[in-house]
């Protein structure tokens, strides 16, 4: 056997030592942290055990109790040695999250039995939902290197929409109320919970995902927890270097839709001419500074991404050549305390060129002329500090502080030339919105101006973590508290010159109406916006206390207790709090039963409620200055240097003027129940041979008290008129109101007009909303051969269904990402249909991935998963007859009122007009379902034995080319002024990714 065959057995024999011990003994008491795992097991009673780490030395000593078990808590992920004072070894993985188990009861020695890649087995010491995925399981399989690709390999994990970027859900859940954690730090965003911090990819050590079921320790979401471990230095310097390369050259082209109402032959869809090919290479150097005591590791990727972007009449080019770095220390100060630090640089820097096509040239797939130049940076740079103290064998802390900075900016520079020219567009005579023509000198890169004079657009996260951990006989209690501050500067924006106008002629298509008035077929218009937003900085503060016992009721049985209390405080941008919801109690109740006494078989369940933040995308939205008009004016043309509108006419029709300044008082009703959900989860796993194991599970959730915003006055002015307040104003009131809806509003309002408010609790019959509803139910099957015999498999099938009257915290169906503020309640009428199956439903799911060794240098690797399709509706304008200020009665215009409110709202209802143009109401998931999806991913991994360290990969992505639509247009009316339907109804409006090919070179030198 040569040194290379030598190692790569070594490190299968170690995870078959992992398997073949966490399989054969009994169920211990165990606790473990959200970056770190445990040792537990039994022994004679009162010899020493010992652990001690193949990587770096660290070791602790305990000694067994009168029970018979040991314990080593919050011990770091890696390899150990597990050694007795007479004589007995045991090596062991240890893994984020989890409990490791070795047997020293038994009189077998050190015999290999099964080995992984993924140890494979049955956790007997908990009673969460988890997986845990090694970074050598990751860079052999065909998965994309990101957490959520890496997130989809589990169990009820769908892909969430396109347009909130890539995102999974979990459970039903939408993709917005997911947590994300590094090094034991919560890097989630929570302005709109739809992105993280990232890092270096090959920096990372262990990956688990949580789909349910999670202790006390977690808080904050309702959906999944994506929760990693960077890599460290050990005893032995390793230096090693890679290189990922995605060419263009091997990418098929994505699929073109022709918009059907494009008299110009536009496309509602363009992609086949987009460029995109990335390059990215890295450095990894790791090793001691003090031999057993002190350690570094440090990865450096970089990067050279190119793509280009080509719509219909504009283009844009962009680079990435940034790099990101991540350095870690580790300090082992004795056998009883550890220090480490992280410190990771994410920020990008997209440096990126806007064009415009030739006029009347559209989607030509080159670049015209260049209309601006500039660099959009995001990210910034999270630090990270971890403590471990053992204080006594039996009582432990650790301490967390972190620190995240995060940029969302256009910075150079952020008004480009044009910026005092109005945005204009021509869409007169026959044009529709694809055919719109650009008039005037507005940049068409800077549609909105930002405040120059404001700091840049981002987010800053400060937290502070306590975790004690205490042994008290068969009880392991853990208890601890946890502190965030988050803070969202945003900047303030108007249109480019102030002014929008859009221009419009009576045509045949519309009948000669604009703006809800018979102006007659040729007579042009124009629609006048202005909109401007206050800059501020909105903070978020969330705590919360949590304690857990883990009770050996016997020697098969644990009993899981946890309680969380929770505290989120909302600000406005004035500092003052506007939402604060103290003392939520969140229990957390499971057990785990080894029903053989052999770890053979288990039964296990959990019980939870989990509340979720409200997120500072909320403050923003509620709490700053916000203006929006809107006019109509007949005009005899325009400018086409400027945009301006040449002799301008007598305005027509409805107007929207609103303007709000909110008071932080008036912003939220004062009873407000932060949105949770509760879950329970009963399952079963078992041995189903040497090498397979097996397990089902029943799910089911509920979101309770759901939370959103609600934008509609009518009801509370006829309740002012119905208890004798005649004077009742209701554009004395915010805009839209933070509740939870179907329950009465308990709120301050201004009775008088007179400026005073006063506390009043307005029944919800007078706004008809119904509850917040959304259920989820799932019947999971999985099975997973370990890596025996040359090949290993994991395979499961999901049959679930998730049904509510809303989505949660985004809407995907109108691709609005505002958490907390959707439209969905926004009024009754944005509910009378909306109970249903929800676009995260995928009736059946079925996934399996594995790899085969083909000869001692040869891998292949694969990924397959097929799921059915999701729910289509169709979305129309809602009707607006019978609400207060129609044309012709008292109030007409006044946008304080129903009627011109929500005249202005896009088609988001389901109501939708029928052939004869009468609004029916329809129902959501009306129109059926999508195609089934079926996705195939190949792999081949090459690893000469001449050239030792070496790893040539190449991946395959959709080999076939699958193309099956993924999206449909669900929107049936085109406006609300015509009868018209939108011919692109249920037309594609996203595809299935392409084939692409990722090639890869790793080497480690030594």
Not at 136 to 144: D, F, G, R
Not at 217 to 243: D, M, P, Q
Not at 270 to 280: F, T
Not at 430 to 446: A, E, F, K, M
Request: charged letters at 20%.
């Amino acid at each position: 056997m040569n040194k290379k065959q030598f190692k790569q057995k070594f490190k299968l024999t170690l995870a078959a030592m992992a398997v073949s011990t966490l399989l054969a003994v009994p169920l211990g008491v165990q606790a473990s942290s959200n970056n770190t795992g445990s040792i537990y097991g039994e022994a004679e009673t009162g010899i020493s055990i010992t652990y001690k780490s193949k990587a770096t030395g660290a070791k602790r000593t305990v000694v067994v109790g009168k029970d018979g078990r040991f314990n080593f808590k919050d011990v770091p992920p890696g390899r150990y040695v597990v050694t007795t004072s007479d004589g007995k070894t045991r090596e062991i993985i240890v893994k984020i999250g989890t409990g490791s188990a070795v047997d020293f009861m038994d009189s077998q020695e050190n015999v290999v039995r099964v080995v992984g890649t993924r140890v494979s087995s049955i956790d007997m010491s908990s009673s969460e939902s988890t997986m845990v995925f090694t970074d050598e399981q990751i860079s052999l399989l065909p998965v994309a290197r990101n957490l959520v690709d890496v997130a989809m390999l589990t169990p009820g994990t769908v892909q969430g929409d396109d347009d909130f970027g890539n995102l999974p859900s979990f459970g039903g859940a939408s993709v917005a109320e997911n947590g994300y954690y590094i090094d034991g730090f919560d890097v989630t965003n929570i302005r709109t919970f739809l992105n993280y911090a990232n890092l270096p990819f090959d920096a990372i050590s262990q990956t688990q995902v949580k789909s349910g079921g999670y202790g006390a320790e977690f808080g904050r979401s309702l959906g999944g927890v994506t929760n990693i471990v960077t890599k460290s230095g050990s005893n032995e310097w390793e230096v090693s270097a890679a290189v990922y390369y995605t060419p263009d050259s091997l990418r098929a082209d994505r699929k073109d839709v022709v918009d059907k109402g494009s008299i110009n032959g536009a496309f509602s869809v363009y992609d086949s001419d987009d460029y995109n090919s990335r390059l990215a290479y890295n450095v990894s150097i790791g090793g001691p500074i003090i031999q057993d005591e002190l350690f570094i590791f440090a990865n450096i990727e970089g990067r050279k991404n190119t793509n280009d972007w080509y719509y219909t009449s504009t283009s844009t080019h962009q680079e990435i050549t940034s790099p990101n770095a991540l350095i870690k220390l580790d300090w082992f100060v004795t056998d009883n305390h550890q220090l480490s630090m992280t410190y990771i640089q994410n920020k990008t820097d997209e440096e990126k060129t806007d064009y415009k096509n030739p006029v009347g040239e559209i989607n030509t797939g080159i670049h015209g002329e260049e209309i601006a130049s500039y660099t959009e940076e995001n990210g910034g740079d999270i630090k990270i500090i971890n403590y471990i103290g053992h204080l006594t064998d039996d009582f432990s802390v650790k301490v967390m502080y972190g620190e995240l900075s995060n940029k969302e900016d256009n910075e150079n520079p952020r008004v480009f030339p044009g910026g005092e020219c109005p945005l204009a567009w021509d869409t007169s005579g026959d044009l529709t919105w694809t055919d719109r023509v650009y008039i005037g000198c507005w940049n068409q890169s800077n549609d909105f101006i930002t405040d120059p004079n404001f700091r840049s657009d981002g987010d800053e996260r400060t937290a502070l973590k306590f975790d004690f951990d205490w042994t008290i006989g068969d009880h392991t209690i853990r208890f601890g508290y946890d502190s965030q501050e988050f803070i969202s500067y945003s900047p303030g924006v108007t249109y480019s010159g102030e002014r929008y106008y859009r221009y419009i002629s009576g045509n045949d298509a519309n009948g000669g109406v604009v703006n809800g008035v018979d102006v007659g077929v040729g007579t042009l218009t124009v629609r006048e916006r202005t909109y401007a937003t206050q800059s501020g900085n909105f903070k978020v503060d969330n705590t919360a206390f949590y304690i857990e016992d883990s009770w050996m009721f016997n020697d098969d049985l644990m009993l899981y207790l946890g309680i969380r209390n929770e505290t989120f405080t909302n600000y406005a941008a004035n500092n003052e709090v506007f939402v604060e919801a103290d003392d939520l109690i969140a229990p957390r109740l499971g057990f785990s039963w080894d029903l053989m006494g052999d770890g053979t078989q288990k039964l296990f369940a959990s019980v939870g409620r989990y509340f979720i933040p409200i997120a500072s995308n909320t403050n923003i939205r509620a709490t700053r200055t916000e203006t929006y008009t809107q006019k109509y004016f007949y005009t005899d043309g325009f400018d086409v240097a400027t945009g301006e509108p040449i002799g301008l006419g007598a305005q027509f029709g409805s107007e929207i003027i609103d303007i709000q300044v909110p008071d932080p008082r008036v912003i939220a009703v004062s009873d407000l129940e932060p949105m949770h959900q509760d879950e329970l989860i009963i399952g079963y796993q078992r041995e189903l041979g040497e090498n397979w194991t097996g397990g089902a599970k029943l799910i089911y959730k509920t979101v309770r008290d759901g939370m959103d915003d609600f934008c509609a006055h009518d009801g509370f002015y006829n309740w002012a008129q119905d208890n004798g307040f005649t004077n009742f104003y209701p554009g004395t009131m915010s805009g839209c109101l933070i509740v939870n809806p179907g329950k009465d509003l308990s709120l301050f309002i201004d009775l008088e007009h007179d400026g005073n408010l006063t506390h009043v609790t307005v029944p919800n019959e007078y706004f008809q909303l119904p509850e917040y509803k959304r259920t989820y139910k799932g019947l999971e099957f999985t099975a997973e051969r370990t890596f025996n015999d040359d090949f290993f498999v994991n395979v499961s099938y999901l049959l679930s269904y998730s049904k509510g009257n809303v989505e949660g915290y985004v809407n995907s169906t109108l691709g609005q990402e505002d958490a907390g503020a959707t439209q969905d309640f926004d009024h009754y009428r944005y509910q009378e249909g909306s109970d249903g199956y929800l676009p995260n439903d995928r009736r059946h799911q079925f996934k399996a991935y594995g790899a085969y060794k083909l000869t001692d240098e040869v891998t292949l690797t694969g990924r397959i998963s097929a799921s059915s399709g999701s729910p289509t509706s169709c979305n129309g304008y809602i009707p607006l007859e019978g609400l207060i200020g129609e044309p012709g009665t008292e109030h007409a215009g006044d946008t304080s009122f129903d009627y011109a409110n929500f005249q202005r709202y896009s088609a988001s209802s389901f109501y939708c007009k029928d052939e004869n143009g009468v609004s029916q109401l329809s129902k959501r998931g009306a129109y059926g379902e999508t195609d089934w999806l079926y996705t195939l991913d190949m792999g081949i991994n090459y690893r000469p034995e001449a050239v030792e360290g070496l790893t040539l990969q190449v991946d395959v992505f959709n080999p076939f080319n699958f193309d099956t639509v993924t999206e449909v247009n669900q929107q049936k009316d085109l406006a609300r002024d015509n009868n018209e339907v939108n011919p692109n109804f249920l037309s594609p409006t996203g595809f299935q990714a392409p084939r692409r090919v990722d090639f890869t070179i790793r080497y480690q030198f030594f």
